[in-house]
């Protein structure tokens, strides 16, 4: 059974590569609605962990040149967001809090990578990563049409490659109360402060990296729905104990999960069927909706009925507490 187990997690998101950055998110998202809501702020570092604030006297403002109405060259402040020179702090703290840690632990079940719900009731969260990327854009309808069809809710974690190719997709998945929006990072990379590679993908390479991993989507989500993701699930789901530690002060918590429902897509549709088939009380199944020319619909579609006759219901991520390993 170990060797199964090792040997299908080594399939795990296997389709999912990274490919170009997605700098064009928020040109291709720019029509996007934002639903009744009021944002959620950045995440920032505990109270306890809050860097020192500078004396506002402690250097002065840069200026930029600029023209008056009147049309005469004027010196004004340059103006940089509040939020923007705060964030700048944190990350700076944070790289300087980590930069002698060197990690020791690596793979998908790290100490504070949350994997289960935490619960004895007979409820199932079904999860779906949307990966992006050349081969990794594709919109798995079957799939979603089936949940909707069956008001099965269900958490989808978006990667903002997806969102930028699937702009009209993605404001309709959001819209719909049905769906739980959560962060699958900005590139797609494994979570790692050394480049640490995972399945062939190489992982980000320094603290700041991950940080912008995480944040950078998490922004463009907020911006585009109102409501700031709580749950981050890296490219691989891969981390290193360092960069699961820099996720936790930036607020986020990380959504492993304890079934592993079509291996990256890979599995045809009686090996997904068999493998959430056997999710028990308080599983978290991780499959994919970006692939609709592989089995993983018809797989989900012949599981849930059998899951529902078994007692079995299903939940989003956030109306639930997690656990660990």
């Given at each position: 059974m170990c060797l199964l187990f090792f040997m299908s997690a080594m399939l795990a998101l296997a389709g999912c590569g990274v490919e170009q950055r997605a700098e064009d998110v928020e040109t291709a998202v720019a029509t996007a609605s934002v639903p009744a809501g009021t944002a959620t702020p950045t995440p920032t570092l505990a109270p306890s962990a809050a860097p020192p604030v500078s004396s506002p006297t402690a250097s002065p403002e840069p200026t930029?040149?600029?023209?008056?109405?009147?049309?005469?060259?004027?010196?004004?402040?340059?103006?940089?967001?509040?939020?923007?020179r705060a964030f700048a702090t944190v990350e700076q703290s944070l790289i300087a809090r980590y930069a002698s840690v060197v990690p020791t632990k690596w793979g998908e079940r790290v100490p504070g990578v949350k994997t289960r719900l935490h619960t004895k009731d007979q409820v199932i969260a079904l999860t779906f990563d949307a990966c992006g990327g050349k081969e990794g854009s594709g919109y798995d309808e079957k799939l979603i049409k089936y949940l909707i069809q069956e008001q099965i809710p269900a958490t989808l974690f978006i990667n903002a490659r997806w969102m930028a190719a699937n702009p009209s997709i993605f404001r309709a998945l959001a819209s719909n109360p049905l769906f739980e929006i959560e962060n699958h990072g900005t590139e797609h990379r494994p979570l790692s402060v050394t480049g640490k590679l995972a399945y062939g993908i190489a992982g980000t390479k320094n603290i700041k990296e991950v940080i912008h991993e995480m944040k950078d989507n998490a922004d463009q989500i907020e911006k585009l729905t109102g409501k700031r993701p709580l749950f981050f699930r890296s490219g691989t789901a891969f981390y290193d104990e360092v960069a699961v530690s820099v996720a936790h002060d930036l607020g986020f918590d990380l959504a492993g999960y304890s079934v592993l429902g079509d291996a990256g897509a890979t599995y045809n549709a009686e090996q997904v069927y068999n493998a959430i088939s056997?999710?028990?009380?308080?599983?978290?199944?991780?499959?994919?909706?970006?692939?609709?020319?592989?089995d993983t619909a018809e797989g989900v579609i012949k599981a849930i009925p059998q899951l529902r006759k078994l007692g079995f219901r299903f939940v989003q991520l956030a109306s639930m507490d997690l656990t660990g390993p």
């Open positions: 930029t040149s600029s023209y008056s109405t009147s049309g005469s060259l004027t010196n004004e402040p340059a103006k940089e967001p509040e939020s923007v056997k999710a028990t009380n308080g599983s978290i199944v991780l499959a994919h909706m970006n692939h609709p020319e592989k």
